[in-house]
C-alpha cells in the first residue's frame, strides 16, 4: 500500500481517540525572508565554516575548498529535487511525508529514521565547538559546554516562531561578519597562488607532504553534502510559510546560494592564507586570525562565531521538533507518544517535541565526535540518495497535474543524483555504514512488526488542507 495526499482532517484515527478529534496544524506566520533567515541559520554557514571545515582541513589540506565545491554542485540537484517535491507536499514532515507520499511508506519511514538521526546528532556536533570559541574569553570543557548550549536552544525553540526569526536574524548577521572578516584577511596574507587550490597537498605524519588522493576526495564529500545540508529546513517550515508553492522553493535555492558563498569564500581565502600546509592542516582558524592581525580582531571573531553556533542550536532545535511533531501527528508511535508528541503550547510551538530533540542532543555531546560525523554523513546521503528517488517519481499519476514548482533537466538530475549519492555512498568507512545500516534494520523491525500490521491506524502521511488549496 503506497500513501496518496490526504489532508490531516480526514486522517483515520486510533480506535481509542475520538473521531472528532483532529489533529492540531501549525500556524503560517513567516514569509520568504524570515524563512530564509531561519533556514540561513540552520545551514549555520560560519559555525560550519569554523567547527566542520577544520576537520575537512586536516584530512583534505588544499583539496577541502574543492571537495566543498564539488559538493555544492552536487547539492543544486538535491535542492531541485526537495523545492519540487517540497511545493507538491508542503508538510513539516520534510522528507518522510515527501517520499512517503512519492515511493510507498516503507521508503518514507527509512527516510524519517535517517532523517532523525541527522537532526539529533548535528546540533551537538556543533554545540561543542563552542568552548574553543570562548577559548579566548574562558576555558570550558566541551561537552559540558555544548550541553548548556543545547539546553539553551530547547528553552528558545518554545518560543513563538517569529520571535526566534529575529533573534535568529541578528544573530546571522554577526556570522556573516565574522566569515567576511576571515575572507578578507585570509586574502590579503596569501601565502600562494589559486593553482594550490587543486594542487591536493596534506601534511603527513612524517612531517613532510603528501599527496591527496581522489578517492579521499569522494570519501569526504559525504562530509561536504553535510557542510550545507541545512537548506532543507524549508521544507520542514513549509507548514508555517505563507504561500508555500512559491515561498518553500525561493527559500531552498536561495539559502543553498548564499550559503556556500559565505562558506566557500572564506575556505578558499584561509588556503591561500595560511602560512604553510602543516598550519592549514591544523585547522586551527582561530590562530590564523590572530596572527593575520591581532588579538583583539580573534576575539571578536571568536565570539561571533559563538553566537552562530548558539544559533545555529536554536533553528536545528525548531527544526527537529517539527519533524517529531509532524510524525506524531502523521501516527508514527503508540497512541499516548502520539498524544504527547502532538501537544501545542502556549506560543504555537510543538513543546513536548522540542524538549525531546533538545535534552537527548545534550546528551550527545558526550559521544565521541568522530563517530557523529561519520554516522551523520552517511544518514545525510543516504536521505538524499531516497529523496532522488521520490523526485524521480514525482510526475505520476495525479501529481503530474498539481501546481507545483518544476525541475529543469527531470528526469536526468534525479538520475545523476541517485547514481553519484551511491557511489559516495559505497567509498564511505565501514563502521560509519555499520551503524547506520543497524540503525536502519531495527527501523525496518519496527515498520515490519508494528506499522505495517497496523497499516490502518498508523503512520498515516497527510498535509494540511489549507496547503492542498
Not at 586536516?58 to 564539488?70: D, E, F, P, V
Not at 517540497?86 to 519511514?109: C, K, Q
Not at 603528501?210 to 524549508?234: E, P, R
Amino acid at each position: 500500500m503506497t500513501d496518496t495526499l490526504r489532508p490531516v482532517e480526514n486522517a483515520v484515527q486510533d480506535g481509542a481517540a475520538r473521531v472528532s478529534d483532529s489533529p492540531q496544524k501549525l500556524k503560517r506566520s513567516i514569509g520568504v525572508v524570515g524563512g530564509t533567515l531561519l533556514t540561513l541559520s540552520c545551514v549555520t554557514p560560519a559555525s560550519t565554516l569554523f567547527v566542520v571545515v577544520p576537520d575537512l582541513f586536516g584530512s583534505l589540506g588544499t583539496a577541502t575548498a574543492l571537495t566543498i565545491a564539488i559538493g555544492s554542485l552536487l547539492c543544486i540537484a538535491v535542492a531541485f529535487c526537495y523545492s519540487e517535491l517540497g511545493t507538491l507536499i508542503p508538510s513539516a514532515g520534510g522528507e518522510y511525508a515527501m517520499v512517503s507520499t512519492m515511493a510507498g511508506r516503507l521508503a518514507g519511514w527509512l527516510v524519517f529514521v535517517l532523517s532523525l538521526l541527522v537532526v539529533m546528532i548535528v546540533p551537538p556536533v556543533i554545540a561543542m565547538g563552542t568552548a574553543d570559541y570562548l577559548a579566548p574569553i574562558v576555558h570550558l570543557d566541551p561537552a559540558m559546554t555544548g550541553a548548556g548550549v543545547m539546553l539553551l536552544a530547547t528553552l528558545a525553540g518554545l518560543l513563538d516562531l517569529r520571535a526566534n526569526a529575529w533573534i535568529t536574524g541578528i544573530f546571522l548577521v554577526l556570522e556573516v561578519i565574522a566569515a567576511g572578516v576571515v575572507a578578507l584577511l585570509g586574502f590579503a596574507h596569501g601565502h600562494r597562488g589559486l593553482g594550490s587550490l587543486t594542487s591536493m597537498q596534506v601534511a603527513g605524519a612524517n612531517g613532510h607532504t603528501d599527496t591527496v588522493t581522489a578517492m579521499l576526495i569522494v570519501s569526504g564529500l559525504a562530509i561536504a553534502l553535510f557542510i550545507t545540508q541545512g537548506f532543507s529546513t524549508a521544507v520542514y517550515l513549509s507548514e508555517e510559510l505563507e504561500n508555500p508553492r512559491r515561498n518553500v522553493a525561493r527559500t531552498v535555492l536561495a539559502t543553498l546560494a548564499i550559503s556556500t558563498v559565505i562558506i566557500l569564500v572564506p575556505v578558499v581565502a584561509i588556503t591561500l592564507g595560511a602560512s604553510d600546509i602543516k598550519e592549514l592542516t591544523g585547522g586551527d582558524i582561530g590562530s590564523m586570525v590572530t596572527a593575520w592581525s591581532n588579538s583583539a580582531v580573534g576575539t571578536f571573531v571568536s565570539l561571533c562565531v559563538a553566537l552562530a553556533i548558539i544559533n545555529a542550536g536554536i533553528v536545528m532545535v525548531i527544526q527537529n521538533s517539527r519533524v517529531l511533531f509532524a510524525s506524531a501527528r502523521d501516527k508514527a508511535w503508540p497512541e499516548p507518544v502520539n498524544d504527547v508528541f502532538s501537544k501545542l503550547g502556549r506560543f504555537g510551538s510543538p513543546w513536548v517535541a522540542t524538549l525531546a530533540v533538545g535534552v537527548p542532543g545534550a546528551l550527545l555531546c558526550f559521544v565521541n565526535l568522530d563517530t557523529l560525523y561519520g554516522v551523520t554523513g552517511v544518514s545525510v546521503t543516504g536521505m538524499y540518495l531516497l529523496v532522488a528517488v521520490a523526485a524521480l517519481l514525482a510526475r505520476r499519476g495525479s501529481h503530474k497535474h498539481t501546481p507545483a514548482w518544476r525541475m529543469p533537466l527531470w528526469p536526468a538530475m534525479p538520475v545523476l543524483l541517485i547514481a553519484v549519492l551511491g557511489y559516495i555512498l559505497s567509498q564511505q568507512e565501514t563502521g560509519y555504514l555499520l551503524w547506520t545500516g543497524g540503525i536502519t534494520a531495527a527501523a525496518t523491525l519496527y515498520w515490519v512488526f508494528y506499522l505495517r500490521p497496523r497499516r490502518e491506524t498508523r503512520w498515516l502521511v497527510s498535509i494540511p488542507e489549507d496547503a492542498r488549496a
